[in-house]
């Protein structure tokens, strides 16, 4: 006999990090029972220190929820500021911080959650990408002009950095490894921050609104190359400046998710990412999944916290279900 499970989902923090605490209070009040944390919950915020402090502030407060919590980026972590501070974190709070970079699986009574860290589309010196080269396994790597060298421990890669090799870094997060940790697809629940691609505009998860270079063109001593891609809010300023932009409306997914997830028959997924498809749910069609009905198709976007957008997801065996919350802001 299966038992719920109700997972809290925190994701798409970018600004006043209070807000989890509030959101993890009413999380807590409407009866979660653990917690995924599903990406951008950091970024660059002027200096080393500042960017893992943003961070680690959200993680405590995560901490003192006293639930099980299991943790990964998505688009804007950069390694340092990310990698080292839930590293620590999982070891201070051991067995409740969870690192899914080292636990990508986990198996409860009925269904399985599997995770996939970072994203496709990396903002701001976020260094947390998802690929489908199978050239490359899961790890942390640094560029340097002879190739790509893998690396374990945070040291190595201050080292390197201070000898003026490095040319950029990543956590490289191979989705094919999917295939791995999949076994019992009607029992696995994908947790990334970044959908796969649907078809349908009014009511899919992975809707955006974003700028797109037409042409090549010079800004602020830049050269913005023809396909370039802005988020909506800075793209409508450059476009009103009279910058050759066009503004967009797409499903934006991931393609080769798309592909791997119907291969691997993968019908169940909480995603965030976009914020104009905040608090959507759909099928593997991309038709609308009603809140709060069991289902065995749901894919879901958990919300955009900056706009109070939070919920939770029920786990009953094979069947899943959504609540979205919206706190006041």
């Not at 893992?52 to 901490?63: G, K």
């Not at 094919?176 to 349908?200: A, S, W």
């Not at 797109?212 to 300023?237: C, M, R, T, W, Y």
Request: with cysteine; glycine share 10%.
């Amino acid at each position: 006999m299966t038992k719920e499970i109700r997972y809290g989902v925190i994701s798409d923090v970018h600004e006043d990090p209070r807000i989890v605490t509030r959101a993890i209070h009413e999380l807590k009040t409407q009866g979660a029972e653990k917690l995924l944390v599903n990406g951008d919950i950091g970024g660059w915020k002027g200096n080393l220190q500042a960017s893992q402090d943003y961070t680690a502030f959200i993680l405590n407060e995560v901490a003192k929820s006293g639930l099980e919590a299991f943790v990964q980026a998505g688009s804007h972590e950069p390694l340092l500021v990310f990698g080292p501070v839930v590293e620590y974190l999982s070891n201070k709070f051991k067995g409740q911080i969870i690192d899914v970079t080292k636990v990508p699986k986990v198996e409860y009574n009925g269904h399985h959650l599997v995770f996939l860290p970072g994203s496709d589309f990396l903002v701001r010196g976020g260094e947390y990408q998802i690929g489908s080269n199978e050239q490359i396994p899961t790890g942390k790597y640094i560029q340097t002009e002879s190739g790509l060298l893998t690396f374990n421990i945070w040291q190595e890669f201050i080292s390197i950095m201070q000898r003026g090799i490095s040319q950029g870094a990543m956590y490289y997060s191979n989705m094919y490894d999917l295939k791995k940790y999949v076994n019992q697809p009607e029992k696995t629940i994908v947790v990334c921050h970044i959908p796969r691609k649907f078809q349908n505009l009014s009511e899919a998860v992975d809707v955006a609104e974003f700028g797109e270079a037409i042409i090549d063109f010079p800004l602020q001593g830049n050269i913005i190359e023809n396909g370039s891609v802005f988020p909506i809010h800075v793209a409508k300023k450059i476009h009103e400046a009279g910058y050759p932009i066009a503004i967009k409306k797409e499903n934006r997914g991931n393609e080769d998710l798309k592909k791997l997830y119907d291969e691997l028959g993968i019908t169940k997924s909480v995603s965030g990412h976009f914020h104009e498809s905040s608090h959507r749910a759909n099928d593997r069609d991309g038709s609308h999944v009603n809140e709060g009905e069991y289902v065995t198709e749901l894919f879901w976007n958990s919300g955009h916290l900056d706009a109070g957008h939070t919920g939770i997801l029920t786990v009953n065996g094979e069947q899943v279900s959504y609540r979205n919350i919206k706190l006041e802001i």
